[in-house]
């Protein structure tokens, strides 16, 4: 599996920004997928996970009702809208997915970055 990460960038605080992840290869084996972040210094962490049968979420509780997960499945897509940010959420945003077998895949990452 292959994931690519897309969308972001420099952006005022209380802006917004789209996040897409589009994955490839062996795609019928993702189970479920997520977003992690890591800003500088810091370890990384959870931002909002999306399970496949159910299309249930959660999220990091710093995010919740600003951020929404999503998954198009019939695309190999996964999206994460951000709105309200904050300079804290400053950090490289990666997508994550693991596989039936129990195999985690990684993107390269994509940095946000907020401005106050």
């Known amino acids: 599996v292959q994931l690519v990460e897309s969308g972001g960038g420099l952006v005022q605080a209380g802006g917004s920004l789209r996040l897409s992840c589009a994955a490839s290869g062996s795609t019928l084996s993702i189970n479920a997928m997520a977003w992690y972040r890591q800003a500088p210094g810091k370890q990384r962490e959870l931002v909002a996970a999306?399970?496949?049968?159910?299309?249930?979420?959660n999220y990091l509780d710093t995010v919740k009702g600003r951020f929404t997960i999503s998954r198009d499945s019939a695309k190999n897509m996964m999206y994460l809208q951000m709105n309200s940010l904050k300079p804290e959420d400053t950090a490289v945003y990666y997508c994550?997915?693991?596989?039936?077998?129990?195999?985690?895949?990684w993107g390269q990452g994509t940095q946000v970055t907020v401005s106050s």
């Open positions: 999306i399970e496949s049968g159910d299309g249930s979420t």
């Open positions: 994550y997915s693991d596989t039936v077998a129990g195999r985690g895949y």
